[in-house]
């Protein structure tokens, strides 16, 4: 998926895709921006070996409390290390944090997020 169905009702058309050969005009704006859709957080820290720096800039928006609450201090631990390795050097991550009291209406979604909840430590 390239853009959110919202960006063209919020924002007019956006111009198609560059056809092959046409290399300058795919690297420049609004073709070098893309969204993935799918879970962040990496099973285990070997994993993230192999993670290359490709980014300028890493969004992490309304997040941290669902990694906390899924994947615990650990997953929290791993979401940072995996957003350093994969920003490049001079590379922004604009973080907004949820604060601890509204992780208390959340905690009782499932086993897992209750036990992450009495649990977290960071």
């Known amino acids: 998926m390239r853009f959110p ?4 009702i919020c924002h007019g ?7 092959p050969g ?9 073709n070098n921006v893309f969204f993935v859709e799918g879970n962040y957080i990496v099973e285990s820290e070997a994993q993230l070996e192999a993670q290359q720096e490709e980014f300028d800039m ?9 990694v906390h609450l899924n994947w615990g201090d650990e997953g929290v ?8 390795r994969q920003l490049r050097p001079g590379g922004r991550m604009l973080l ?3 604060p601890f ?10 086993e897992t997020t209750y ?3 009495h649990a977290i430590s960071l």
Request: some cysteine; glycine content about 0%; hydrophobic content about 45%.
């Open 101 to 110: 009291h509204s992780y208390a209406k959340k905690k009782k979604l499932t």
């Open 96 to 98: 907004e944090a949820q």
């Open 58 to 66: 890493i969004l992490c928006l309304s997040l941290t409390k669902w």
């Open 77 to 84: 631990r791993l979401l940072f290390k995996r957003m350093h």
């Open 13 to 19: 058309p956006i111009a198609a895709a560059a056809l």
């Open 115 to 117: 036990k992450n909840y």
């Open 22 to 30: 046409q290399q300058a005009e795919s690297v420049a704006f609004p």
């Open 5 to 8: 169905v919202s960006m063209a």
